[in-house]
């Protein structure tokens, strides 16, 4: 951690940011050849020990070394992590497809999706139980019935099943039906919900959070992995930007960097990404193509009626069109389907 | 509510279009004179009806015409909202100053800060119990323990007191002993814990998103209202753009834009808002200049040794001289202090 | 167009800003079923007479329904435009590599870098000769000595060339030796060059500003059209976010999009998008992947010794590689390298 | 500067960074304590040495501690700059109005403009001649035309007028005729334009690009600097952020930054910066609550006929009760009007 000063600050108030420095446990190295007095610690504080020398009156910025996720990074493991999930594995050769419809609407028409999403060549059927709504005035989700209803998708199926819980108080409900929990961009920094969701014996997909840096998004994860529980999955799933002609920016660079930085696999959600049906197949591809190790796309066996999200699901015959056609990227990219 | 069709969609399809459209119990305009052919929509349909319209084929775009809040809206409720808490005025002529320091660190540094915050003139005491912090390294509060120590700092004081709660879990507890209960930014759209608070007997006072719109930030503030809570403070506390040099750009506009869409007093966090302590005071008088009802301000007997958020925080005599300063601009734009 | 009366406005200010459309020459289309009042604009008015509107006092907002731009758009010309550049054909079927260093540095470093380009399989050659630069006291390019050196390395290695123009000043040189010029993301709304280059026989590769909307972008590209240049290509090359860790973020769902609205050819520009070499490989991927019809990327001989941007430049044998990486994925989409 | 190597780089790596360092003239320092090898540059590198470093393979990142910007900062200058603009006192205790229509849309209108914007209490007359506008079909100025009606107006009012040049062929015909040249915000970056217009005799007011971070907003300051002209007045103008309710969003929290890092004076414009005319007054207060030297504001004789931008401007008696409530904010900060 490098610790700039104020233009002119003086030797005593760069001897008042040493002792500081010092209280916390670290040595202090004088760095010379800057116009500023420039401060280096010998070690890698974290979060507080910035904050509480960004806070004095003669220095001017506080600038990290080391990236402040542990357990997440490369560094602390370098192997890519793969596991296993309802019979799936995750993060290995194989790219898994994810699909179903954003909300559980009722029994009928889940399990006609179900059926349409595993004829299609679905790995995991997803299904929203919960489902966080930005008007209070919304369909909110048909929560246990809904679970018991996805439960019953699955035994038809044999597909394994992942759903969203969106607090704590149904993690433990939720973790007896289904086999992969997701976390919702909404709740990426729902910190009481990570470390309820770090002490389940589940893996857990977590959405990056529409506002959320690369940075912030690992140490989500670590919150989980610090918690005890290792098998997790990223999925980027669009930034909110300037740009509003999508319904959020998909940031596929992403893949790649959080690739290199992290042994975690990284699915990526084109449906949500995008707001646009039309855009979903060929964001498919570019994230296979970009190295992601899965996907998580919306299908309705009829869009048309859905309830919430409709925009941005794709009828099941196209869902079994794009995985014809992103089979022939996988295998450009050295990756089978 | 206005659907612009494809250009060169078909009869059929605009005949679909409408049919779907008759289905939700809503009555079609034809509007004609532009190259695509748009239909209006009799009515003001919500995100479910928009959402099922979009993801029709021959759908380019469904664009709302109305605000989708309704109780907390000025065409609902015409004055503004005033109402007491903790016996402080809020939303009235007086501009209410809430300080007090990020977190509670321990009975004897806060009690110290409570009675600096007292002596400076802040009218609420506020002080974090439960933190909600990127890293699960970090320090994470006190909990019930700091809930104790803020009841006795208001005996000692006199002054009511503000808590920020991290997850529905905690608000029966965190309602027992505060006058104010704080919705963070990362929780806005945390929508359970809306939804628990809207059935709390305090005043709710609700931070904006670092990514949400000002829609979005009076969508939750209609979670609370639906759920007959109308003790509501909005709390602009900075947006993520990519300017990095504040810590967030602090949305000075969002004040005379929400007084003017909603009825709800609105305050401003200039300490969070820009992460940087040198801004502060000029941030809380623009803020005041601008209209705003009240100011959150972070202050510190010792920022020096502050355990989180320390950057941001003023030293009591600097909050001492801020309140007079905030005096003259209060009382140059008809308010007082 | 649709205009969205203030809440309670009165039958007089209704009749104003009826009076005010019909004095711009259209029809109004009065459109009940809403709370607010609103009128539709009976044909497609332009920016001044949208910004005529909205400012008058009872006018909350003024919605337009048609995309601004004609020329570029698919509802004015279906099929995609294909045209020949250099000898290259541009928006067909194969996917076009430009490829080069960022700068000009040297004679000899240029055609050393020219020929390994060509050998690694590049269709056009890349190089600045003006360099836009953040800091005056950094590289500013050789002018027209770079120029010449460029046309001494078509010369030799028989690749058509283009290099980047930033003033109306320079378009009369540049085009003289140059095969297609190209407007940086700074000066993609600089309209005095753009009309310039409107007027030039050589096509135009046109970079989205960093906080260019999709929709700005062809306005951009239609004040070329509209001048009369036809030869336009489209090139994203990553928007300006909160993410940091790249140094843009590069939008590939633009790609489909643009597509979708436009007939123009959309190239990617990798190298600038990520500001990352490491991920230029795999963005080149998702690129081709989603559509792309060429691909812009920094190749130089010695990355090592470049004087501006060889964060992001591969070395030659990376680019080798690449390109046969690019060979699978276009296959895998029904393209051609 | 900082060079933070990649995790696990060999000594070798290290060796031929420290290399590549030297062979720019520098001393290398090595840091350690960090679980990466970091190396610390004696000096202050620019632009060039940071891309040729962040290039190198086994560079992680490369973390500049100096703000680039020499000329244009505090530390180069400790007192800030006052100068004189047609008679009028820039920087000074003052704070200074600059008001006017957006152009200049033909004399009769203009003049009744100009004489109602002095009645008001103006200082400076604005008015555009050369409008950047981003459809090809919108009303572009009326170039030399609006220069000689401008000038005619300071000759009835004796009010100094201001304009914005667009590109560099202009520049001479717009220094003739005006007393300060405006740089557009779609210009700030147009560096062939900065470099003449650092050698012209009058002073520059530059506003800051919807995109520029602000210290590349300083870095264009120190284009005019460096090429020789002293009197610039920086004006912040809104940014580009998700929030899409204000046109942009403008960024208060600059003004007290810009002044503490840089002596020169800042201005700001809330009716660019918003984009809604009702804002205007409560941003300008706040404008002046924050600091700011000075006020852009449109004002309009008959906002309802403007040909562009009505939307955000006031009419003339808006913008005299505007000045009455200025005075008592800038009366509370300490400042003249």
């Known amino acids: 951690m490098i610790v700039v000063m104020d233009f002119g600050a003086s030797e005593e108030e760069i001897g008042e940011v040493e002792e500081r420095i010092k209280s916390f446990g670290y040595d202090v190295h004088h760095f010379n050849g800057e116009p500023r007095a420039v401060l280096g610690i010998i070690g890698s504080p974290g979060e507080d020990t910035r904050d509480a020398l960004e806070v004095m009156p003669s220095v001017e910025r506080v600038i990290p070394v080391s990236l402040p996720f542990i357990l997440a990074s490369r560094e602390f493991k370098k192997d890519k992590t793969i596991f296993e999930a309802g019979?799936?594995?995750?993060?290995?050769?194989?790219?898994?497809?994810?699909?179903?419809?954003?909300?559980?609407?009722?029994?009928?028409?889940?399990?006609r999706a179900a059926e349409a999403v595993k004829k299609g060549g679905a790995d995991i059927l997803?299904?929203?139980?919960?489902?966080?709504?930005?008007?209070?005035?919304s369909f909110q989700g048909l929560e246990e019935e809904g679970l018991k209803i996805m439960a019953e998708a699955r035994e038809i199926t044999?597909?394994?099943?992942?759903?969203?819980?969106?607090?704590?108080?149904?993690?433990?409900i939720v973790a007896r039906y289904v086999d992969i929990i997701q976390v919702g961009a909404r709740n990426m920094q729902n910190f009481t919900l990570l470390?309820?969701?770090g002490q389940v014996d589940k893996p857990v997909l977590i959405k990056r959070g529409m506002a959320a840096t690369i940075e912030e998004w690992l140490m989500a994860a670590e919150y989980l992995l610090s918690n005890g529980n290792h098998r997790v999955i990223l999925c980027e799933r669009g930034i909110r930007t300037?740009?509003?002609y999508t319904r959020n920016t998909l940031d596929i660079s992403a893949v790649p960097i959080v690739k290199d930085l992290s042994h975690l696999p990284v699915f990526v959600d084109p449906s949500h990404g995008t707001g646009k049906w039309k855009c979903?197949?060929?964001?498919?591809?570019?994230?296979?193509?970009?190295?992601?190790d899965g996907l998580l796309i919306e299908v309705h066996p009829s869009p048309k009626e859905a309830l919430c999200d409709g925009?941005?699901?794709?009828?099941?015959?196209?869902?079994?069109?794009l995985k014809a056609s992103i089979r022939g990227v996988a295998q450009a990219v050295g990756r089978i389907l």
Chains 1, 2, 3, 4 share one sequence.
């Open 158 to 172: 044999g597909l394994p099943i992942i759903t969203e819980v969106t607090d704590q108080h149904s993690v433990e």
């Open 280 to 292: 979903v197949p060929s964001m498919s591809l570019a994230a296979v193509a970009a190295g992601a």
């Open 126 to 137: 997803r299904g929203g139980a919960y489902k966080p709504r930005t008007s209070p005035y």
């Open 242 to 244: 300037f740009e509003t």
């Open 87 to 111: 019979g799936v594995e995750i993060g290995g050769e194989k790219i898994v497809l994810i699909a179903g419809p954003c909300a559980v609407e009722g029994k009928e028409p889940f399990l």
């Open 195 to 197: 470390k309820e969701l």
């Open 311 to 321: 925009l941005q699901s794709l009828v099941p015959e196209k869902f079994s069109q």
